[in-house]
C-alpha cells in the first residue's frame, strides 16, 4: 500500500503544466533499428505528450551518464520527483497488465511463464527502495 501512497504522492507534486515534448513511452535499445542514414526509433504506440522525463528515466536507469549528458545539453536540471514519478508508473502498469492477463482464461506455455516472471519482478519491493527512501 505504501507504494500507491508514494504514487499518488509524486502526482501531487510534478506540476501539471510542466513543460510537454513528445515521449516514446519505451525508449530502449530494442525500439532502435539501424537505417542507412543512421539510427531510428520505432514502436510509437506509446506516444504521449508528457514530462521529459517520461522517457528519460529508464535510459538513466541504463545508463547514468545520460543524465549529465542531458542537463548539459538541455540546459536545465530534471526533476527528481518526475523521474521518480514515471519509474513507479511502469512498475504500477506492468503489475496491473500481467494481473489483467492472469485473472482470465490462459493456457500454461513459455508466454504466462515469461509473464509470472514479470509480475513477480514487477513486485519486488527492493525495485521501490529508492522511489520510497525519498
Same mark, same amino acid.
Given at each position: 500500500m505504501r507504494v500507491?501512497?508514494?504514487? &499518488? #504522492?509524486?502526482?501531487?507534486r510534478? =506540476?501539471? &503544466?510542466s513543460?510537454?515534448? !513528445?515521449?516514446?513511452g519505451?525508449? /530502449?535499445?530494442?525500439?532502435?533499428?539501424?537505417?542507412?542514414?543512421g539510427?531510428?526509433?520505432?514502436?510509437?504506440?506509446?506516444?504521449?505528450?508528457a514530462?521529459?522525463e *517520461?522517457? +528519460? %528515466?529508464?535510459l538513466?536507469a541504463?545508463?547514468?551518464?545520460?543524465r549529465?549528458h542531458?542537463? #548539459?545539453?538541455?540546459? !536545465?536540471?530534471?526533476d527528481d520527483?518526475t +523521474?521518480? +514519478?514515471? #519509474?513507479? %508508473?511502469?512498475?504500477?502498469?506492468e503489475?496491473?497488465?500481467?494481473i489483467?492477463?492472469?485473472r =482470465? *482464461? /490462459? #493456457?500454461h /506455455?513459455? &508466454?504466462?511463464?515469461?509473464? %509470472?516472471?514479470?509480475l513477480?519482478? =514487477? +513486485?519486488?519491493?527492493?525495485?521501490? *527502495?529508492?522511489?520510497l527512501?525519498?
Open positions: 500507491l501512497e508514494r504514487y &499518488d #504522492e509524486l502526482v501531487s510534478v =506540476h501539471r &503544466d513543460y510537454r515534448v !513528445t515521449t516514446h519505451e525508449p /530502449h535499445r530494442g525500439n532502435v533499428i539501424m537505417t542507412p542514414d539510427p531510428a526509433v520505432i514502436d510509437w504506440d506509446t506516444t504521449r505528450r514530462p521529459r *517520461r522517457d +528519460l %528515466w529508464s538513466i541504463q545508463d547514468s551518464s545520460v549529465a542531458y542537463e #548539459e545539453l538541455a540546459g !536545465t536540471p530534471l520527483d +523521474l521518480r +514519478l514515471y #519509474e513507479l %508508473w511502469w512498475d504500477l502498469c503489475v496491473s497488465l500481467f489483467h492477463d492472469f =482470465h *482464461r /490462459h #493456457e /506455455h513459455a &508466454d504466462t511463464e515469461t509473464a %509470472w516472471k514479470g513477480t519482478t =514487477h +513486485l519486488d519491493p527492493s525495485r521501490w *527502495r529508492d522511489v527512501a525519498t
